[in-house]
């Protein structure tokens, strides 16, 4: 659990800082910030969905098992709604703590929720790093990672505001969640159903880069059943004995 307590610590940090100079840079400033974070999020998604499959065996294969996965689980997570869901969460934190009556102020603040916790917490650093901390007690990935957040939560928090720092509380649950259960994941994901798993996070974070740069809002939390959709995918493949699943 230490990498994911100095993950929290990081966005905190990052939070106040970016609150702090968001409100002394001019509208212009900011959206040109949140532009720049857009297409550094793209670029960051594309090395990671290569990095995720490259030298894996069946590549293309597996990438269009990441394809279907994000279609079933984006049909599945439309008919539970839980990108509704997920921003009744940030609605509800925005009551109980920034209280605020400003519609745009509210609706800022859910996005910066929704939108740091899913770039903090479905990427393979989040995922993989938290497997070391757990495994091996080695948080070296999830110190890099931390490093990172606090920059970007940092960027983020200037344009989207206080939002930004309960993503901690995703972070606790997922990344404290994984580091707990390590040893049970370690045990029932293979090398090819995290490589999938990562590729999948990878795309959602593409996703992302897209709304940041408003290209095209997405309702990315519903894709979330993807990331175990593909992984059980890849265990059926495996078990059927094609090639490089198993």
């Given at each position: ?86 921003h009744r969460l940030g609605a509800a934190l925005e009551r109980r703590f920034a209280r605020s009556a400003d519609a ?143």
């Open positions: 659990m230490t990498g994911t307590l100095l993950n929290v610590v990081t966005v905190l940090i990052g939070t106040a800082l970016g609150v702090v100079l968001g409100r002394r840079l001019p509208e212009r400033m900011r959206e040109t910030v949140l532009a720049g974070l857009g297409m550094s999020t793209i670029a960051y998604a594309a090395l990671n969905i290569v990095d995720a499959l490259a030298g894996q065996p069946n590549a293309p294969l597996k990438f269009i098992v990441v394809l279907l996965s994000l279609l079933f689980g984006g049909v599945i997570g439309e008919l539970l709604d839980l990108d509704g869901a997920l745009e102020r509210t609706a800022r603040f859910i996005r910066g929720f929704i939108t740091a916790s899913l770039v903090f917490c479905v990427g393979p650093m989040a995922i993989l790093g938290s497997l070391q901390d757990g495994l091996r007690g080695d948080y070296s990935l999830l110190a890099i990672k931390s490093t990172l957040d606090g920059f970007a939560s940092l960027a983020f928090a200037a344009s989207l505001g206080v939002g930004v720092g309960f993503s901690i509380l995703t972070i606790l649950v997922v990344q404290g969640g994984i580091a707990l259960l390590a040893g049970q994941i370690q045990a029932l994901f293979s090398p090819p159903m995290l490589a999938v798993l990562s590729a999948t996070g990878a795309v959602l974070i593409f996703g992302i880069g897209l709304s940041l740069l408003d290209l095209k809002r997405i309702r990315l939390a519903n894709y979330l059943p993807a990331l175990l959709i593909g992984p059980a995918a890849v265990a059926i493949l495996g078990a059927l004995g094609v090639a490089g699943f198993a």
